[in-house]
């Protein structure tokens, strides 16, 4: 490649930190979201990644030469050389990394997030309303997976106040298959306060976001900083992960004293001059490339500094000192066929998939055989005195994970003649308008594949 000093427009002479300068000042000129639309975009795209490879051999060059002895490292070169992963006491220490000049996270990860971060709808604009709505579908909640309910969603609800009016059936119908229902529950709340309250104006202070339903200290920085800007870190699992390899914290991330630590530093790499490029740039790195299982660490951009890398405790990293624990449950569905109708009702209790409906359940202790379901008192109280409807078994040990539970289900179906008296507790619909009504991902499976 070309002189690495030309590339950067500096003197071989110059230091450690006109060496940064340069390189801060010409990652922001060649910025992508410079040129958004632009014939231009290509070479600038191009010349960010020179400029990257320009960083990279000064760094490399410096660290040749620099005498053994050295404790610290400037730039990318050298890893964070402070006696092995960091526990108590560590945010000291990372500190005093900083003020020596080793800014290296900050900066490489906006040269890596320039290069060629990924597009994504959420990102073509800067719109609160826009921000928040991702922000919170995005939850435990994958990527590629948000997109087509992104953009339905806002096709539907283009703004708050359609949102804060939606009829509740259409607006969970609309979050169907999504998952962690509370969610969109509170998203309409959140919407109501924000007419009541804001005069449906999005509010603009961090203490006000922060206060709105489902809103957390994560979702509340991450509006804060890309919709306005404003100096807030994200700390989110990817950026756990993040920080934790790079500086070798083994402090829990799921302890008090962690989370303290993890939100201290994450506002201490913070770059306040560019709050929403640096938070999405951290969260996108954690995603694609520094990633829970086999991180790309041959080529990733951190990999001179990362000190987990140089112990070898990339897959320990982060810590969690609590393990989500699971339990099973044992459900029993059936669809009732009765002429051209069926059966449904709405789960109301406070239980998973609140306020979604379902086909009659009959919930066990254990899984039931054919035998023990079709014999259980519980079946036989939906039927009707007097009544033998055929019954068979469509689906059997169908397997649902959710978060904390593990859910084991056999599907029946019962067909009864047109004038029967059976599951009189339910509610009866026209099988052709099922699909008007929000189920789970579960029933709606099942629906789509043998209804």
């Not at 060629?116 to 826009?130: I, K, M, N, T, V």
């Not at 992104?150 to 609800?157: C, K, P, Q, T, V």
């Not at 969690?320 to 059966?343: E, L, W």
Request: proline share 5%; hydrophobic share 40%.
């Amino acid at each position: 490649m070309n002189d690495p000093y030309q590339i950067l427009n500096i003197p071989p002479t110059a230091t450690d930190e006109e060496v940064k300068r340069a390189y801060r000042d010409l990652a922001r000129k060649y910025h992508p979201d410079n040129y958004h639309d632009n014939p231009l975009a290509d070479l600038a795209q191009e010349k960010m990644k020179e400029i990257n490879e320009a960083y990279d051999q000064i760094q490399k060059q410096r660290k040749a030469s620099s005498a053994a002895s050295q404790t610290y490292s400037y730039g990318y070169g050298g890893g964070n050389s402070y006696g092995g992963a960091y526990g108590s006491g560590s945010l000291r220490q990372v500190r005093m990394a900083i003020s020596h000049g080793d800014i290296s996270l900050a900066e490489r990860l906006l040269g890596w997030y320039a290069a060629g971060h990924r597009a994504l709808p959420w990102r073509q604009d800067h719109e609160p309303y826009h921000v928040w709505l991702s922000e919170i579908m995005l939850q435990q909640t994958r990527v590629e997976a948000v997109k087509g309910y992104y953009a339905r969603f806002l096709s539907e609800l283009p703004d708050i106040a359609a949102l804060a009016a939606c009829e509740e059936n259409r607006l969970t119908k609309l979050w169907e298959g999504l998952g962690y229902y509370s969610r969109v529950r509170n998203l309409q709340k959140a919407a109501r306060v924000i007419m009541v309250q804001h005069g449906g104006a999005f509010p603009r202070k961090y203490a006000e976001i922060r206060a709105l339903p489902g809103v957390g200290d994560y979702t509340a920085a991450a509006i804060c900083s890309i919709a306005y800007n404003m100096p807030y870190a994200v700390v989110d699992g990817n950026v756990y992960r993040v920080l934790s390899r790079y500086w070798g914290v083994d402090t829990p991330i799921d302890s008090t004293e962690g989370k303290r630590l993890f939100a201290v530093l994450a506002a201490e790499m913070l770059d306040k001059s560019r709050p929403a490029i640096y938070n999405q740039a951290i969260m996108d790195f954690g995603a694609v490339q520094c990633t829970p299982q086999a991180p790309d660490c041959m080529f990733c951009p951190l990999a001179d500094s990362c000190t987990a890398l140089s112990k070898g405790l990339v897959m320990q990293l982060p810590v969690k000192r609590h393990k989500t624990k699971t339990s099973n449950r044992y459900f029993n569905y059936i669809y009732v066929r009765m002429g051209a109708c069926t059966f449904i009702h709405k789960r109301t209790a406070d239980d998973i998939w609140k306020n979604l409906f379902e086909l009659p359940l009959i919930e066990a202790d254990k899984a039931l055989s054919e035998e023990e379901f079709l014999s259980s008192a519980s079946f036989r109280l939906l039927l009707a005195e007097g009544e033998r409807p055929e019954v068979r078994s469509v689906l059997r040990n169908v397997k649902h994970v959710l978060s904390h539970r593990v859910i084991y289900v056999n599907f029946y179906e019962v067909v009864l003649p047109e004038s029967s008296r059976s599951f009189s507790d339910y509610q009866c619909i026209r099988v052709e308008d099922l699909e008007q009504y929000p189920v789970s991902r579960l029933v709606h499976a099942f629906l789509e594949k043998y209804i």
